[in-house]
């Protein structure tokens, strides 16, 4: 009887085991049927989206890039910049072809995107038909009429920019409704593992947890790279990677405006393709060094553009390593700074020489004193120092005006220069006092001559704005080491010469230490 109830019972077991097993392999595979759904919806959201939002921002980053560059067209007005900025605006041109090509129409995974897409598949045309006709313009019309017709159309452009910025925030959206589907299915796998068994509660937890780690390192890996992208592209720096043999593998569109060379054209090649042959192979030895021992190296070089045009390029160079340190990479960021030395070495210039007769004022004429005393030290020989005054020249400014002071003063200098040898120092010290120094002298005998030629091609008449004035010098001189032996104490003899010469009567030259001066011209 017993058997019989073991046998009876089990055969009701059968059924029951039966029916769990089949419904547990039904949950199951309904389970995997919603991972694998799940699954798909994170593959549509990060590789139907993702590459969609790229190209599209790609688009729209050269269509506003092409927009700065025509505007800046209008506002240099040069046509050597001009055939620039339309290189730069073709090469944005292609980028944008690249990039449609890339997104359309495989890139389109809804109705309302996909009407976004028609709508600017028809517009881009027109905008690069208008890019070139404004450039086309500029060859038969002034700028001014041109940049009014291009006003004109700046409503479309606005209208293309909102068509582009709709196409990419409908990507995010549908990205974001992807996301909250996958929630949902996720959270239904979740119910039945409970419904299953606590192992099954124990698993689901276990694989949300899962799951969300992962989703949020793709997305932030998806957003990181996202960024870096823009970044890489957006930057006004040039930017170049290479490998470890320094063959180029990427460039940001910045280097291609800065040298004109493109992507396609430096990739497998290596740095040296723009080189300008200025650096030594000395320097290039040293940065090789400093990057295998420090992994860094921080200069400025001489490159040279595609057009064969020089410019000074200040670089940073960084070697990265992957994380397995399997692979080494290095990174170039470079800016070129041609302009602003050129605005440095013009201030440094300003700060060191008079703005009216181009000749070294009193800072510039100090330094160089110093060093010709030095000179005149270590070679034994005399150095001369003559202070010059004009005698009578405040009349001229007033009688004539400082037009007319400013031309006899120019004209002075002129002739100063060219009273003395190359080596020898003129300055203008203010107002019009110059001073000059004259080396290698061997006896104070020399120095007579020199300062009687000064006073007859000072004193010769002179043509200024159209009046012809005369004015004389009075000329006072210190000798070193026989008056001293300090620039400012030299400076200070020749000066009061000098005013011991006007009091002598003016058009006169006066030695230190001599009770008279010599005769008048």
Not at 165 to 172: E, F, G, P, T
Not at 425 to 454: C, N, T, W, Y
Request: net charge neutral; proline share 2%; with cysteine.
């Amino acid at each position: 009887m017993r058997a019989y109830l073991n046998n009876k019972n089990r055969v009701k077991l059968y059924p029951a085991v039966s029916l769990g097993i089949a419904s547990a392999v039904a949950v199951l595979l309904g389970g995997l049927m919603m991972i694998s759904t799940f699954d798909n919806y994170i593959h549509m959201m990060y590789n139907g989206n993702s590459a969609p939002i790229r190209h599209l921002a790609n688009i729209r980053a050269s269509q506003s890039d092409i927009r700065q560059l025509q505007w800046q067209v209008f506002a240099h007005r040069q046509a050597s910049t001009t055939a620039a900025y339309a290189r730069a605006v073709a090469s944005r041109l292609d980028s944008i072809a690249r990039e449609w090509q890339l997104y359309y129409p495989e890139g389109i995974s809804s109705s309302r995107e996909k009407q976004l897409a028609e709508q600017i598949r028809i517009a881009l045309p027109h905008a690069s038909t208008l890019a070139h006709e404004s450039l086309a313009r500029l060859q038969f019309e002034d700028y001014d009429g041109v940049m009014r017709w291009y006003e004109q159309n700046t409503p479309f452009f606005d209208r293309l920019d909102h068509l582009l910025a709709s196409a990419l925030r409908v990507n995010v959206e549908q990205s974001g409704q992807l996301a909250s589907n996958s929630k949902q299915l996720f959270a239904r796998i979740c119910w039945a593992a409970l419904g299953l068994s606590l192992a099954l509660i124990a698993l689901g937890a276990f694989a949300l947890q899962w799951r969300r780690q992962r989703d949020d390192a793709q997305r932030k890996s998806l957003e990181h790279l996202w960024l870096v992208d823009q970044v890489f592209n957006i930057t006004l720096n040039g930017v170049i990677i290479t490998d470890q043999s320094g063959r180029i593998t990427k460039v940001n569109p910045a280097f291609t405006r800065m040298t004109g060379y493109t992507q396609a054209e430096v990739l497998g090649q290596k740095p040296s393709l723009w080189s300008s042959g200025r650096q030594s192979t000395a320097f290039y030895a040293d940065m090789w060094q400093s990057l295998i021992e420090h992994g860094q190296w921080q200069g400025q070089l001489w490159n040279r553009k595609k057009c064969g045009d020089l410019y000074l390029e200040s670089l940073c160079i960084t070697a990265i390593r992957s994380l397995d340190e399997s692979t080494l990479n290095y990174v170039a960021v470079c800016s070129d700074i041609t302009r602003q030395q050129a605005e440095q070495e013009l201030q440094g210039y300003l700060a060191t020489h008079d703005s009216l007769t181009d000749l070294p004022n009193r800072v510039l004429f100090r330094e160089r004193l110093t060093q010709a005393i030095a000179r005149g030290q270590r070679a034994g020989l005399k150095v001369a120092i003559l202070f010059l005054d004009l005698d009578h020249f405040k009349e001229i400014n007033d009688r004539l005006g400082h037009m007319v002071g400013d031309s006899t003063l120019t004209t002075i200098a002129s002739r100063l220069k060219g009273c003395l040898r190359d080596v020898d120092i003129v300055a203008r010290l203010g107002g019009d006092e110059f001073a000059m120094v004259l080396e290698d002298i061997h006896d104070v005998s020399q120095i007579e001559p020199i300062a009687r030629k000064l006073l007859a091609s000072v004193g010769q008449a002179i043509m200024a704005d159209g009046h012809e004035v005369f004015v004389t010098p009075s000329i006072g001189v210190s000798v070193f080491p026989d008056d001293g032996e300090e620039p400012d104490t030299l400076v200070k003899l020749a000066d009061k010469s000098m005013y011991e010469a006007k009091g002598a009567g003016k058009n006169a030259i006066r030695f230190h230490a001599k009770e008279q001066p010599l005769e008048m011209l």
